[in-house]
C-alpha cells in the first residue's frame, strides 16, 4: 500500500484535532454537568427552605414538631411546586437520637434517622447540606425553634435519574456533536495537507519519474539549477548519464572483442 | 545543516511549508473548536433554560405560600407591607435574579426589587411597558419566558378563586445561560494552546524524520555520486513520495555499479584470455575507473539522524507529564496533610518539593558518572519506568511519608531522564553547537512546562489532584515510544580517574576561585531558591487562598514558562553580543527579586501575575547568563577538569537553592502570610545580587584569573 506525505502530515493535524475537540467536549460535558446539578440544587434549596420558613413560623407559635398537624399540608404544597421531588421528610431531633416525624413516602412516623444525614447535618457549613446516594441525591435544612435551637430537619429526596437522564441526553448530543465535527475536520486535514504538499509531491515525483527514466536510459535533463535537491538531482543525473555513456562505450567495445573472440 | 531549519526547507523546495502546515491547523483548531463551543452553547440553552425555569418556579412558588398566606388574613395584593424588604430578602439569595416585580393585572407595578426596575434607566421604562402590555402572562405562563431588553422575563399569574389578581415577574440576565458556557472561554484557549505546542512539536518530528531528514540524505548522496562516487546508496524505506524518491535513486547508483561490475567482470575474462587486446581494454576501463567509483554491492548508510528529534519530541511528553503537577501540587500535599511531629503544616506542604529537587540534585551528577560506558537505551527506560511508577503511586499516596516515597522516586527518573536527554541533546548537536543544543533543550523544557502546567490545572478541576498525577503517569509512559528507535551508542567510555575528576576533588578545586563561589552562592543558589519557594510554593497557596480556580490559578503560572520559552533566546542572542553577563546577572537578581514585592504593593491575584511575569523575565535573562559569565570566570578551572565538569558542579551546587526554597517559604509564611514570605524571599535574592556586584568591583575577575594560577603554584 503506497501512503502520500499529505497522509502523514493530515494524521498529525487531525489527531491534534481530536486532542483539542475531545478535551473541549468534556470540559463542557463537566461544565454543563456542573450547571445542571448546580440548578437543580439550589431549585431544591428552595423548595427546603420554604418548607424550612413555613414549618419555624408554626415553631414560632411555640408548637413542637410533634404537634404540627399542618406538616402534611406544608409538604404537600411544596412539593407540587416540583415534581421532581420524589419525597420530603421531616425529622426531630432528640437529646439521644431521632426519628421521623412525618415523610411523604409511607415511611412511617419513629422510624430512626438514617446517620449519614445527621452527621451531614451537623457537619453543614452553610443553611443547607447535601447528600449524593446511588438512586437519590439528598438536600436537607435544619429547624429551629424560636430560641435558635436545633430541633429538627427537612429533607427533599431527588431521583438521581432525573439528573442522570439529562445528563445522558447532553452526553449524546455532545458527541454527535463532537463525531460529526471529527468525520468535517478528518477531511479538511487531508484535503488542506493535500493542497499543502501537492507542489512538494509533484516536485519529488517529477525527480523520481527524472529517475526511472534515467535507469530506462530515456534520460530527460531536470537541469542543475533550483535548490539543493534538485540541482543535486540535476548533477547526479549528469554524472550518471556521462557514467552510462563511458561504459556503454566500453561495454560495445568488450562486445565487439567478444564478437571477434 | 540541521533538519527543520528554515534554510533547509528553503533549500529542498519547502520553503514556509511548516509555517503553512501550523497555519493550517491553527486554523482547522479554531474552526473546529468554535463549531463545537457552539454546540455546547446550544445544549446549554436547550436543556439548562428550562431548568433555570424550573427554579424560579420554585422561587415563585415560595413566594406564593407567603403572598397567599398575606392575601388569606384578607389584606388586598396592593396593601402589603414590607415588600420592599421582602423583595430584597429574595435578590439577595438568588444572585442570578436581576429583578422581581408585582404587578396589578393591568400590568401596573405594585411593589418592585432589584436595579434594573429602580435605577430609573430606560430598561426599566422597557421593562414598565412591557409588563402593562403582557398580556399573556395573565392568561397562562406556558408559553415561557420573554426577552426584554437584557433580561429574560419570567412571568407568574397570581391566582385566587379562579381569577388572576396580579403577575409576579422575575427577570434574569438574558445571557446567564451564555455566561455559563463563556466561563470555560479561558479554559478552550488553554487547550487549544497546548494543541498547537502538540501539533508543532509532532509535525517537526515528521517532518525532520520523514521530509527534511531523508530529502538532506537525498542531496548530500547526490552530491556523493555527482562526484563520481557509486558506493553509497540510502537505508531508508517509506512507503511516500520520499521513499519511492531514495529508492529511484538507489537503484540508478545500483544500476550504474551493476552495469561497472558486468563490465569489470567481461573485462576480466578478456585479460585472462587475451592478454594484449585486454591490455588495451583494461587503460580504457582505468580511465573510466579514475572517475567512477562503484563496488559490486553499493554500502546502504542511514544518511540522517533522526534520534535527535525523537529524543526531542521525548523530553517534551516527558516534561510535558512531570509538569502537569506545577500548579497544584503544593495544594495536593495540603489536602493529604498528615501532621509530623516537630514540624508545622507549611513545612510539611515544602517536604516533598524540597525532597524532590534534593533527589534530582543528587541523581543528576551521579548517573552522569555512572552511565560512563553503559548503553543510554537502557538508563532512559529505566528513568522513565520510575518516574511512572513514582507518579502513579504519589497520585494515590495516603499520607505525607508515602508521598515522600513516591516523589523521591519519581525524582530519581526524572533526573536520570533529563540528564540523559541534555547530555544525548548537547552530544548531538557538538561542540561546534553546543549553545544551539542548550537553546534546543531550554524551549522544548519550557514549552513542555507551559502546556503541562496549563493543561494540569484544567484537567485537576474535573478530576483531581491525585487523578491528575495518575495521568500525568500515562503520559510520561508514552515517553519510550520516541526512546526505543533513537540510535544510541553507549556514553563516552570511562577514562581513567583524575584525582581532580571525582566531585569532591572538582568541589575544592572551584572553591578556591573566589568568583565561581560568588556566582554560584550569590547568583545561582538565589534564582533556584527563589524559583522554588515562590513557583513551586507560595505562588500556587497563595492563588488558591485568594479563590482562584485550579484553571486560573494554573494559567497564572504559565506565565513563567511563557517568559522563559519565549524570550530566552532572545536574550541569549543580546547576552552573546554584549559579552559581558555580569550586568544581565545582577539585574536579573535584582528585577526577581524586587518583583516579588510588588505583591506587598498588591496582596491579590495581579500582584502575582506581575510578580511571575517580572520573575519570568528577569530569569529569562539572567540564568543564561549564569552559564557564560561562569564559563567566564573559570578559565583555568576549565582547562582543567572540562567544561562539563565545571557546569556540572555549577548545576549540582545551586540545586541546593531548589531544596531551601520551600523550607525558608514554610519558615517565612507562618508569621508572615503568603504575601510578607513572597517579599522576603524577593528581598533575598535582591540582597544577593547587590552582593554580587560588590565582590565583583572589590576583586575584579581579571586579577583573579592571573592570581589564581599563582595561589595554585605557591600551593604547589
Known amino acids: 500500500m503506497q501512503f502520500s506525505l499529505f497522509i502523514k502530515i493530515a494524521t498529525i493535524v487531525f489527531t491534534t484535532l481530536a486532542f483539542a475537540l475531545g478535551i473541549t467536549a468534556v470540559l463542557g460535558y463537566f461544565k454543563f454537568r456542573k450547571t445542571l446539578i448546580d440548578f437543580v440544587q439550589d431549585r431544591a434549596v428552595v423548595s427546603a427552605l420554604s418548607a424550612q420558613s413555613a414549618i419555624e413560623s408554626n415553631l414560632d407559635l411555640g408548637l413542637s414538631l410533634v404537634m404540627l398537624r399542618t406538616l402534611p399540608d406544608i409538604l404537600g404544597r411544596v412539593r407540587s411546586t416540583d415534581p421532581s421531588i420524589q419525597s420530603m421528610v421531616v425529622f426531630e431531633l432528640r437529646r439521644d437520637d431521632a426519628s421521623i416525624i412525618y415523610a411523604t413516602d409511607g415511611r412511617a412516623a419513629e422510624e430512626a434517622v438514617p446517620p449519614a444525614w445527621l452527621a451531614a447535618q451537623a457537619h453543614a457549613e452553610g443553611p443547607f447540606w447535601t447528600l449524593t446516594e446511588p438512586d437519590t441525591v439528598i438536600v436537607g435544612v435544619p429547624l429551629r425553634n424560636s430560641f435558635g435551637q436545633n430541633v429538627g430537619g427537612v429533607t427533599l429526596l431527588y431521583s438521581r435519574a432525573y439528573v442522570d437522564d439529562k445528563l445522558a441526553d447532553a452526553a449524546s448530543q455532545l458527541a454527535v456533536w463532537t463525531a460529526a465535527l471529527l468525520g468535517a475536520s478528518a477531511v479538511l486535514s487531508v484535503i488542506g495537507s493535500f493542497f499543502i504538499f501537492r507542489p512538494v509531491q509533484r516536485r519529488l515525483a517529477m525527480l523520481t519519474r527524472s529517475l526511472h527514466r534515467l535507469d530506462t536510459g530515456n534520460i530527460v535533463r531536470i537541469g542543475t539549477e533550483g535548490n539543493e535537491l534538485e540541482s543535486g538531482i540535476g548533477h547526479l543525473e549528469e554524472k550518471v548519464g556521462a557514467a552510462l555513456c563511458d561504459l556503454e562505450v566500453l561495454s560495445n567495445e568488450l562486445a565487439r572483442t567478444e564478437a571477434r573472440a | ?716
Open chain 2, 1 to 716: 545543516m540541521k533538519p527543520g531549519d528554515a534554510n533547509v526547507l528553503q533549500q529542498l523546495g519547502l520553503k514556509r511549508i511548516d509555517v503553512r502546515v501550523m497555519a493550517f491547523t491553527l486554523a482547522l483548531l479554531l474552526t473546529a473548536t468554535a463549531g463545537l463551543s457552539f454546540a455546547v452553547l446550544r445544549i446549554f440553552e436547550r436543556e439548562l433554560v428550562p431548568e433555570l425555569e424550573q427554579k424560579l418556579t420554585a422561587i415563585y412558588a415560595t413566594m406564593r405560600i407567603d403572598i397567599d398566606r398575606a392575601l388569606g388574613l384578607r389584606i388586598p395584593l396592593e396593601s402589603f407591607r414590607g415588600m420592599d424588604v421582602y423583595l430584597g430578602d429574595v435578590l439577595r439569595h438568588h444572585g442570578e435574579i436581576k429583578y422581581v416585580a408585582i404587578t396589578d393585572p393591568a400590568g401596573r407595578i405594585l411593589y418592585q426589587g432589584g436595579e434594573p426596575l429602580t435605577a430609573g434607566t430606560p430598561g426599566a421604562v422597557l421593562l414598565a411597558d412591557h409588563f402593562m402590555g403582557d398580556r399573556r402572562a395573565v392568561e397562562a405562563h406556558a408559553a415561557g419566558p420573554t426577552r426584554v431588553d437584557t433580561y429574560l422575563d419570567f412571568a407568574f399569574p397570581i391566582e385566587r378563586d379562579d381569577r388572576t389578581i396580579g403577575v409576579v415577574h422575575i427577570g434574569v440576565d438574558a445571557d446567564v445561560v451564555r455566561h455559563k458556557v463563556t466561563e470555560g472561554v479561558f479554559n478552550v484557549a488553554t487547550v487549544l494552546l497546548v494543541a498547537l505546542l502538540l501539533a508543532f512539536e509532532f509535525l517537526l518530528l515528521v517532518m525532520n524524520t520523514r521530509v527534511t531528514g531523508p530529502l538532506m540524505a537525498v542531496a548530500k548522496l547526490a552530491r556523493t555520486v555527482s562526484q563520481g562516487n557509486f558506493t553509497v546508496v540510502l537505508d531508508y524505506r517509506a512507503k511516500d513520495e520520499v521513499g519511492r524518491l531514495v529508492t529511484a535513486l538507489n537503484a540508478t547508483v545500483a544500476r550504474v555499479c551493476a552495469i561497472y561490475s558486468d563490465v569489470e567482470s567481461r573485462l576480466m575474462t578478456i585479460v585472462a584470455q587475451r592478454p594484449q587486446i585486454g591490455e588495451r581494454l583494461a587503460a580504457a576501463f582505468e580511465h573510466v575507473s579514475r572517475h567512477y567509483r562503484c563496488t559490486r554491492t553499493p554500502e546502504a548508510q542511514r544518511g540522517f539522524n533522526s534520534s535527535l528529534s525523537r529524543t526531542r519530541t521525548a523530553l517534551f511528553i516527558f516534561i510535558f507529564a512531570e509538569s502537569l503537577s506545577y500548579s497544584f501540587f503544593p495544594m495536593f500535599v495540603k489536602e493529604i496533610h498528615s501532621p509530623i511531629p516537630g514540624l508545622s503544616q507549611a513545612a510539611v506542604i515544602g517536604l516533598p518539593i524540597s525532597a524532590f529537587w534534593l533527589v534530582v540534585a543528587i541523581t543528576q551528577p551521579s548517573v552522569g558518572v555512572w552511565a560512563r560506558g553503559r548503553r543510554r537505551r537502557s538508563l532512559f527506560l529505566l528513568g522513565i519506568a520510575l518516574t511512572v511508577v513514582g507518579l502513579a503511586f504519589a497520585g494515590v499516596a495516603a499520607d505525607v511519608y508515602e508521598l515522600l516515597l513516591w516523589r523521591s522516586i519519581t525524582a530519581l527518573g526524572y533526573g536520570t531522564v533529563l540528564i540523559l536527554c541534555q547530555s544525548y541533546i548537547l552530544d548531538s548537536a557538538g561542540p561546534e553547537a553546543r549553545t544551539q543544543g542548550a537553546a534546543l533543550f531550554t524551549s522544548v523544557y519550557f514549552s513542555a512546562t507551559l502546556c503541562g502546567t496549563a493543561i494540569g490545572g484544567v484537567i485537576a478541576n474535573q478530576i483531581g489532584y491525585g487523578m491528575t498525577l495518575v495521568v500525568s503517569a500515562f503520559v510520561a509512559a508514552l515517553t519510550p515510544l520516541f526512546i526505543l528507535r533513537i540510535e544510541v551508542a553507549p556514553a563516552e567510555a570511562a577514562k581513567p580517574a583524575a584525582r581532580k575528576d571525582a566531585p569532591g576533588g572538582r568541589i575544592v578545586a572551584l572553591a578556591t576561585n573566589p568568583h565561581f563561589v560568588a556566582v554560584t552562592m550569590l547568583a545561582g543558589i538565589p534564582a533556584r531558591l527563589v524559583n522554588a519557594a515562590f513557583l513551586f510554593y507560595l505562588a500556587p497557596l497563595f492563588l488558591d487562598a485568594l479563590g482562584n480556580s485550579k484553571p486560573e490559578t494554573a494559567r497564572v503560572m504559565t506565565i513563567y514558562a511563557i517568559m522563559m520559552a519565549f524570550s530566552s533566546p532572545i536574550w541569549a542572542k543580546l547576552v552573546d553580543r554584549w559579552r559581558n553577563p555580569l550586568p544581565f546577572v545582577i539585574c536579573g537578581g535584582l528585577l526577581s527579586g524586587f518583583g516579588m514585592t510588588v505583591v506587598l504593593l498588591r496582596p491579590d491575584t495581579w500582584g502575582v501575575v506581575v510578580a511571575i511575569t517580572l520573575l519570568g523575565t528577569a530569569q529569562a535573562f539572567s540564568m543564561t547568563s549564569q552559564i557564560t559569565l561562569v564559563t567566564q570566570v573559570t578559565p583555568h578551572e576549565r582547562r582543567q577538569l572540562g567544561g562539563a565538569a565545571v557546569l556540572g558542579m555549577f548545576r549540582m551546587i545551586e540545586r541546593a537553592g531548589s531544596v531551601a526554597g520551600p523550607f525558608l517559604a514554610a519558615v517565612l509564611v507562618g508569621p508572615y502570610g503568603y504575601h510578607g514570605s513572597m517579599a522576603i524571599t524577593g528581598l533575598i535574592v535582591a540582597g544577593a545580587a547587590v552582593l554580587l556586584a560588590i565582590t565583583f568591583m572589590i576583586v575584579p575577575p581579571g586579577r583573579a584569573r592571573i592570581a589564581a594560577p599563582q595561589a595554585r603554584s605557591q600551593r604547589a
